[in-house]
């Protein structure tokens, strides 16, 4: 197991079209997040599966952001009808536990660039 | 609401010189509070978390609830320290978020 995977780890894309970014956990991991960052930000909770289930989505992602998790493994974040704004690198992490405290382990981004 | 700030942007030492990188927070509860770091070309990795009370690559970092603060220090800063640094917190009233400060950079001068 080689940690957290993302995929693509950039995309470029013109405003209007849609992006879907792809994250492969740790295997025993039950818990998945989605987080954003922008420059100079810290990582920005979008949301949280706990196995297939999406528990928590942040207020600040709008409808046209969707994501799954199908059968609690791997993940699926997609922006439709893209914009400027949402030029960020998008991180995936997973951890094991029943709470919310435990070690999150990372991937290494997907990079968004809306043209 | 549950808010981390992280004051300093930029810090630079040099090396050998006692590093602070300051955390405050604000929480109702018993939070946890964690340090994330993230190197040149590497992804955000886990640090040290207060409830471990353990040091880290030299690093220690003392929970002070009465000034809401995580400040992360070590005695004498070394080269391969130069990294992104982010303070993190959770807990029972997060619902199942991590809220992360916006990071400070260190670089440690030769």
């Known amino acids: 197991d080689t940690g957290v995977s993302q995929n693509p780890r950039h995309k470029i894309t013109k405003r209007g079209q849609n992006v879907t970014f792809r994250c492969d956990p740790i295997?025993?991991?039950?818990?998945l997040y989605w987080y954003r960052q922008t420059l100079g930000q810290g990582p920005e909770f979008l949301t949280y599966f706990q196995n297939e289930a999406q528990l928590e989505k942040s207020r600040l992602l709008s409808d046209r952001f969707s994501a799954e998790r199908p059968k609690g493994s791997f993940s699926t974040l997609e922006i439709q009808r893209t914009e400027q704004g949402d030029s960020a690198m998008y991180l995936c992490?997973?951890?094991?536990?029943?709470?919310?405290?435990?070690?999150?382990?990372f991937g290494e981004g997907s990079r968004l660039t809306v043209l | 609401a549950q808010r981390v700030t992280q004051p300093e942007k930029l810090l630079s030492v040099f090396k050998g010189a006692p590093v602070e990188l300051k955390c405050n927070y604000s929480y109702s509860g018993s939070p946890e509070l964690f340090w994330y770091v993230q190197y040149s070309r590497q992804r955000l990795q886990l640090l040290l978390r207060h409830i471990s009370r353990e040091s880290i690559k030299g690093f220690t970092a003392d929970l002070n609830k009465g000034e809401t603060s995580f400040h992360l220090k070590k005695p004498f800063a070394q080269e391969e320290d130069s990294a992104m640094y982010y303070c993190a917190l959770s807990g029972q009233n997060t619902g199942n978020q991590f809220y992360f400060g916006t990071g400070t950079s260190l670089t440690v001068i030769p």
């Open positions: 992490a997973s951890s094991l536990g029943a709470t919310n405290t435990g070690e999150l382990f």
């Open positions: 295997s025993e991991h039950n818990r």
